[in-house]
């Protein structure tokens, strides 16, 4: 067994490696940046190993650093976790020759997995089916085009050393494509450093299920069931489960056959995850002449899947099924198949990674229960997603289920990575349970400092099809359009639980805010339609004032906006916390206001006693919406721009930002330069919206 492993990575998969680690006794060395000089991944290690400068590329990514680091603290082994160098077939032949155990796959597996031409290749002769689409890979606009006019619209197009959906981009008409192909070479190229697309059949309503596999050196291959992530947002997957909802039995084992049957025509060894797209929008005609054709024969294995290898495997409700990719390494929803097999998918890389048999055969591997997991970013849902780094001030995680995270009570989220940075796992008896369980804890979890995605998260949950199982891969997106035109306001809310936050714990009966000035209100501004005072506070440019009108055991009624809330609060150190209505808040003090967290949403909230409201102001100097680095500048002092044209776009926690034009007229200066690294709010371009 490995007796000291080198984690080559960071953040929350750092801390779930190490955990393993402890368990087994097994000392670990953690790396780390300069940005994650104090990261609580480093906490427990035997050694500490600083690769270098904050960017990726200058630390993470540094090949020759991470195995110095492993030679010099006496390391025999190297896990990867997932993302940087876990993929990347140099960084495990390089571990080898150094003497060391790489925890994963060999090179030469990582190699052909990696390359999506080739991989594509190997199934097909494996008898796995694939998607018709281009056999090799190419930056070629012109051979692209090609391929796509012999595919028919729509297509897409994905970075063959890509993965997790990185680039990827749906093309539904030829006229967009030359512009989608520069951009998704360009991301390639700087994410994966090798720029070269396939184009395949674009399917406009998949299922995205995997399967996990382990393989170990003695010929052994099995299979430990399917998730279900076809809840993503730009191709990235934010909640995942197992089992697979509403999947015919022969669909799975057709799944499940065809990855162990991958795995072993490969040689696989190690995690890995195979991944399929199921094709649902399936014509009647159709599906009853593939539901006859697999009749018999069992539907999507042997005979059968080699014959599908162009049209697809079949189950006997007319879905087909299509190789997507193997990830060689372990997956970040690692953790669903974990809670319902019972199974320690580190452990069990560590056994093989030490030459050691399967610790179970497959007919003993059993699964039980449903498992759901949903992604914490820290991102701003209200603002396309953007990414949103900064020091996370209180981090409140919920209680009775698993919660993978990159910090505990408070840590920093670098601009230098992706913004990830926990994990929610539920788990139950049944779906049904597990949901409830989830959603109970995204609303009862709060994340202050930063804005996250939690609130987004909370309102998918509860979505019709969400619950009823009914997904695909373009849910998400068909949510967050009409969430966007239909979102509840919180605002008022949100002034509510100001109040309860700016009123003081009593502390006696001799208590009135008329004897001054009480927390964050004012005298001057009670009145007998407000027994207990006022509360003005300015959310986002406009201010909302909440009346306080009776407190009793431990309750405060507020009216805002002519609407009613009884607001409840409790201490839990500096923080405060507590209902109001049916959502769950939580606040923090500062000293021009407070900050809330309320059902996951994230508000920053001031004392404003003008009344003035601002949400209509504008402004001719465009500023980065966010830290990053400028990758394009397609404009030039002297252009004409309309409002709403790009001017420039900031490339952070690996994503393009546009940054948009404030208003129409001619640019006057360009205050930044390609490549240049710049602060968030800094001025990139200014606009004379004097000239038209």
Known sequence: MVKRLLIANRGEIARRIARTCRRLD????????????????????FEQVLLGPSPAADSYLRADALIDAALRTGCDAVHPGYGFLSENPEFAAAVTEAGLVFVGPGADTIAAMGDKATAKRLMAEAGVPVLPGSATATESVDEIRAGAAEIGYPVILKPVAGGGGKGMQVIERESDLAPAVEAAVRLARANFGDGRLLVERYLRRPRHIEVQVFGDTHGTVVHLFERECSLQRRHQKIVEEAPAANLPADLREALLAAAVRGARAIGYVNAGTFEFIVDTDVAGADADADAGAGAGAGAGTGAGARAGVDSGAADGSGGRFYFLEVNTRLQVEHPVTEAITGLDLVEWQLLVAAGEQLPLAQGEITASGHAVECRVYAEDPDADFRPAPGRALAAVWPTGLRVDAAFDGRGEVPVFYDPMIAKLIAHGPARPAALRQLLHAVRSTAVLGVTTNLGFLADLLRDTRVSAGLTDTHLVDEFTARAARHRRDTDPVAAACAAAISLPARTGPAESPWSGSVGAFDRRLLDPRAPLGRVACRIGGHTLEAALLTRRAGSLTVEVAGERFTVTRTSDGPLLRGTVGESLWTGLRRADGCELVVDGRRMALTLDVTGE????????????????????????????????????????????????????????????????????????????????
């Open 26 to 45: 097994i000392e670990y060395v953690a790396v780390h940046s300069e940005a994650d000089s104090a990261a609580a991944h480093l906490d427990g290690a």
């Open 613 to 692: 409201d601002d949400s209509a102001a504008g402004g001719d100097a465009v500023t980065s919406p966010m830290p990053g680095t400028v990758v394009q500048l397609p404009v030039a002092v002297g252009d004409v721009v309309q409002q709403g044209d790009t001017v420039a776009i900031v490339e952070a926690m690996k994503m393009e930002n546009r940054v948009l034009a404030s208003a129409s007229g001619v640019v006057e200066e360009i205050r930044c330069a390609l490549a240049d690294i710049v602060s968030a709010d800094q001025v990139l371009v200014v606009i004379d919206t004097d000239q038209t």
